[in-house]
């Protein structure tokens, strides 16, 4: 209840999300029937790189800074660098120009047709305020004040039946990792054929990897793994990356990942131990 995504906005796991996130956002688009997206963690969907909050933490510098300082991100990952010039229309190769960042809900409103429809999900007061104000004048979205996990029971299946669950929390709590598991496949119970993100950040890997094999054994839909490790990942006390988990991803999602990818775990994975990983964690089940 009390995170604020402008500390962070930007950085690392912002970057992985939001590559992959516009891929599937893409591979939806290339179907004529609408569809229906709804992020469970919304934050404010906006983000002031220059304001107070963002300078303090700082963490865009070591993310989309460091990954748009090379003047080869505009063609290596064309789809986000062109959401980020649509938001910062004076934004250059190598970076100069950018002041504004956007969260998963301004790319997933960016993504919609006029019959499509896309439900955010904010908690907080102040976030749910200000993600009214950056996003609250379009017919095709509802904004809810709820809680996430409640709302991913309430709100699927959505209509129309065709679209994807972005699960993003914070991780703050003890227990976040068993309530993300457990919204995940009761969201997919209710909605089975939805495609589903959940993102989860990474500390130690033997951690991570029970959770996943947790899932794994839990779900019987295809699941694909994304993760960048910016670090060996052996330590409680910092962040050493993310990962995605991707339910039943669009048709050679994989194969789309596998350039854009490598040009970001070149540019951020740069320590001992760091890299990419892109795996199925259940294929005998695909």
Do not use: C
């Amino acid at each position: 209840m009390n995170y604020r995504h402008s500390f962070h906005a930007g950085n690392h796991g912002d970057v992985l999300k939001h590559v992959v996130l516009l891929e599937m956002l893409d591979a939806l688009r290339a179907k004529p029937s609408p569809f229906h997206l709804l992020d469970s963690h919304a934050g404010r969907g906006l983000y002031d790189l220059a304001g107070d909050e963002a300078q303090r933490g700082g963490e865009y510098r070591l993310g989309v800074g460091a990954l748009l300082a090379d003047p080869a991100a505009a063609t290596a990952l064309p789809l986000y660098w062109a959401a980020l010039r649509d938001l910062n229309p004076d934004l250059s190769t190598g970076g100069g120009g950018l002041r504004h960042y956007p969260g998963s809900p301004w790319l997933l409103r960016r993504a919609l047709r006029e019959t499509d429809r896309l439900s955010l999900v904010e908690l907080h007061p102040e976030e749910h305020a200000a993600l009214k104000r950056n996003l609250g004048r379009d017919t095709r979205i509802s904004i809810h004040r709820r809680d996430a996990w409640e709302a991913l029971g309430a709100l699927l299946p959505p209509n129309p039946r065709r679209g994807l669950v972005l699960i993003d929390p914070a991780f703050e709590q003890r227990d976040e990792f068993n309530r993300a598991g457990d919204a995940l496949l009761h969201g997919l119970q209710r909605w089975p054929t939805g495609q589903y993100v959940l993102w989860y950040p990474i500390k130690q890997r033997a951690s991570t990897d029970a959770f996943i094999r947790d899932i794994a054994k839990r779900n019987n839909a295809p699941m694909l793994r994304v993760e960048l490790l910016l670090r060996k990942a052996d330590s409680d006390t910092r962040l050493n990356g993310s990962g995605l988990l991707i339910v039943n991803p669009p048709w050679k999602l994989a194969e789309r990942l596998a350039g854009p990818l490598d040009f970001i775990a070149a540019k951020l994975a740069r320590e001992a131990g760091g890299g990419l990983r892109l795996d199925w964690p259940n294929p005998e089940k695909d």
